[in-house]
Structures are given as structure tokens and as C-alpha cells.
């Protein structure tokens, strides 16, 4: 293994970079000389009190360690790579009440429960009532746009469907999905100067979405209904979710179902049309291939962490147990030994081995099947009321440490 030309201090999870761009230079550098490569960092200023973690930048060695959790756990220090500085110890012990953070076996039963929310059939049934919120969201858009025809995307119509299935899966009122977007909002953007989020701010969003869900689960178990919260929580002792571990799925559900789906709509639309061809393709032949490619080409989670459990060999580094991991999804999407021309943005590449919605194992987007029907609805939505859209402004960006994240995205109707 060879050392890679990289500035000296450079990390992939600045969030300075990553507000910047997607680093795919240094990641192309780091799968050719050395695919898993120790990053210093400062003590503490990830939250976590070592010297750095182990950059993972392959495809097949992200996919290895994501089906190894007996190996590489994400309970230790959870998946999140970096906190901000300022959290302590304990706040990120809570987070292991989240399903994301936890390893089997208890990781095993909790997913047993909450994918019952999550069948082929659950999804379709969802399916006519979320194409009916595309259409509608999407003409609310051209109707409030500006009298020059311009409008946000991102906050107009991203937002929009991935919040309203949210609320459509456990039985919110629609009228509550703005308060679920600033409680997430408020959860993730914690390195974001604009939003002068603390990591205070941050954890007691974080509690409201458990209080809102338990007070959920507590209606459901007095009155049941036909809805997920009513399947996971209402029948005691068998086989269901505790009030709190529901509110703790919300939380996922919040973060990882809302603020993904929503920013891999804002990168597409922006890869339509910085790639009119394939917009032009996209409106004529609609393929069903091309939300998997938008998911691939946006990647909204940059990367994960694991921690070793023991000593590893893994693409040529000696990982010390308690040694953390970070999984770079950005770097594995975009391998040549996987794809084919990966810095090309194409809606017809099959196959399309991306690991946007995890390398597999016991972590696998739970809800992949439902993310990439809302991308493919509120697209079909788009090429059918604003075929002739255009950008008005660059898109500007998320300042996270691990979020690929669109804030703004001006368009304009022709």
C-alpha cells in the first residue's frame, strides 16, 4: 500500500469540505494507493475521545465490513462518524436506543418488528395515495412560484413527499410534518452556522420526536387503527415495540427516511438539468432504472462508521480493535471496478450495484423500497407539470459532516 498524495490534515469528514463538494479527487486517490487509510484527527473534535478513524474508500471492502457486524459493530460508538465537538459521552449513548446504532441480537429483534411496516405490500399500498401528494405538490409549486416562475426546489417540492409518507406511514396528521421537518432539521444540521443549531438544540428536538411518538403509540394501544403505529405498538407482550423504542424508530424514520429521500430528489433534479439529455430521456421513456442511479449519483449519506471489535486485516491495514471505521459510500458509489464510467450520470445503468441505502448486512435501508418510490413519483410528477424546468442559481449546501445535503436549489419555470 502506497501513501496517497492528500494535503497534510486533510479529513473526509470536515465538514467545511463537504459544505464545499463531494471530495471524488481524494477519493479516487485513496482507492488507487491506499483503500483503507488512518486520518488523524484532533482529540475530541468528532465527540469521540481517540485520534482518528479508518477511511474505507472501496466498494467491496465497504460491502465487507457493512456484512461483518460481529466484526465491526456499530453499537460502540454508533454510525454516526462525527458529532460535534461539544457533545458529551452520555448524549451519544443515548443514541443507541436508535435502531441505526444498534448490533445484533437486539438489533435483530427491533427490525423483526419494525419491517412488518416495510413489505412489498405495505409499500404499494401506500403507493396511489403518495402519487396523488407528488401531482399535488408538485402544481402547488407552479401555482405559489414567483412572478418570474422561479421557486426553491428543495424546500417547494423535495421536502414535500418524503415528510407527507412519513406522516401517511404512521398515522400522523399531515398538519404535524412541519414540525417533524424542524425536528429533523434540527437534528442533522448541527455543523450548520446558518441554522446556529447547538448540539443542545439538536438533542431536545430529538425528545420531542420520542414524546410526539410515544403520545402516538399511547392513543394507538387505547384506540387501534389501520396503520403501522397500530401493528408495532398496540398488542403488549407480543412481539411489539415499547412506547419509547417507537419513538426512537420515529427518530430514524425523521432522519434517515425524511432528510435522505429529500436530498437525493434535490441532487437528481440538479443532474437532470446540468444533464439535459438525460432529462430529455427521462420525460420521454420514464425508465424505471433511473431512480437507482439518482440515488447512486447523489449518495445523501456520505458515510457511516463502525468500530472494530477485534483485530482485522482489511485492504491491506491492521485495524486495532476499538479502532473506529468510516464507510464512504461517496467513494464506493463511484468505483471503477464496480461501474462503468461512474462520473457519468446515466438513468439507464443496469446493473446498478450502488450502496446508497447501505453494503448490506443487518443495516440494509429498511426502507429502500418506499425511498425509491417517492423518487420515481415526484419525477413522473415534475416531467408531467414542469417538463420545461431550469435552473436559476447553483445549488448551495448542507455544511455536515457525513449528509450530502441541498439546502437551496432556485429553479425557474419556462
Given at each position: 500500500?502506497?501513501?496517497p ?7 473526509f ?40 478513524y479508518?477511511?474505507?474508500t ?62 412489498p ?44 409518507a ?35 438544540v ?44 417507537f ?33 430529455e ?52 458509489n ?7 464510467t ?25 426502507g ?22 431550469h ?24
Amino acid at each position: 500500500m502506497s501513501c496517497p498524495h492528500l494535503p497534510d490534515g486533510f479529513d473526509f469528514t470536515d465538514p467545511d469540505l463537504l459544505q464545499a463538494r463531494v471530495p471524488h479527487p481524494e477519493f479516487a486517490e485513496m482507492r488507487r494507493t491506499a483503500p483503507v487509510w488512518w486520518c488523524t484527527q484532533p482529540a475530541g473534535v468528532s465527540g469521540f475521545d481517540d485520534e482518528g478513524y479508518w477511511a474505507v474508500t472501496r466498494h467491496a471492502d465497504v460491502k465487507h465490513v457493512s456484512t461483518h457486524p460481529e466484526l465491526f459493530s456499530s453499537n460502540t460508538n454508533t454510525a454516526v462518524i462525527r458529532f460535534n465537538e461539544s457533545i458529551s459521552r452520555d448524549q451519544i449513548e443515548v443514541q443507541k436506543l436508535i435502531m441505526l446504532n444498534m448490533d445484533p441480537p437486539e438489533h435483530t429483534r427491533v427490525r423483526q418488528i419494525v419491517q412488518r411496516g416495510f413489505t412489498p405490500r405495505a409499500v404499494r399500498s401506500l403507493e396511489e395515495a403518495l402519487r396523488r401528494r407528488a401531482r399535488s405538490i408538485v402544481e402547488s409549486a407552479l401555482a405559489t412560484a414567483a412572478d418570474d416562475g422561479s421557486f426553491d426546489f428543495v424546500t417547494n417540492i423535495a421536502v414535500e413527499l418524503p415528510l407527507q409518507a412519513i406522516a401517511e406511514l404512521i398515522g400522523a396528521p399531515q398538519a404535524d410534518r412541519a414540525k417533524i421537518f424542524d425536528w429533523s432539521n434540527k437534528m442533522a444540521a448541527y455543523d450548520d452556522p446558518e441554522y446556529a443549531i447547538t448540539q443542545e438544540v439538536g438533542t431536545e428536538a430529538a425528545m420531542e420526536i420520542v414524546s410526539y411518538a410515544m403520545n402516538l403509540a399511547a392513543a394507538r394501544k387505547e384506540c387501534p387503527a389501520k396503520d403501522i403505529v397500530s401493528q408495532l405498538v398496540a398488542a403488549e407482550g407480543q412481539g411489539n415495540l415499547s412506547s419509547d423504542e417507537f419513538g426512537f424508530f420515529v427518530i430514524l424514520l425523521a432522519v434517515a427516511g425524511n432528510e435522505t429521500t429529500r436530498n437525493a430528489i434535490s441532487h437528481g433534479m440538479h443532474a437532470f438539468l446540468t444533464h439535459p439529455d438525460q432529462w430529455e430521456l427521462y420525460k420521454r421513456e420514464r425508465p424505471s432504472t433511473a431512480a437507482e442511479e439518482i440515488v447512486r449519483w447523489a449518495t445523501p449519506v456520505v458515510s457511516f462508521q463502525r468500530t472494530a471489535t477485534q483485530d482485522v486485516d482489511l485492504g491491506g491495514a491492521r485495524i486495532k480493535k476499538g479502532d473506529r471505521v468510516g464507510l464512504f459510500y461517496s467513494s464506493a458509489n463511484n468505483d471503477p471496478e464496480v461501474f462503468d464510467t461512474p462520473d457519468r450520470f446515466d438513468i439507464t445503468r443496469d446493473p446498478n450495484p450502488h450502496l446508497g441505502f447501505g453494503g448490506g448486512g443487518p443495516h440494509f435501508c429498511l426502507g429502500k423500497s418506499l425511498a425509491v418510490m417517492e423518487i420515481d413519483l415526484i419525477f413522473q410528477a415534475i416531467a408531467d407539470t414542469l417538463p420545461g424546468l431550469h435552473l436559476a442559481g447553483a445549488p448551495r449546501r448542507l455544511r455536515s459532516a457525513w449528509l450530502n445535503g441541498i439546502k437551496e436549489l432556485r429553479v425557474r419555470v419556462a
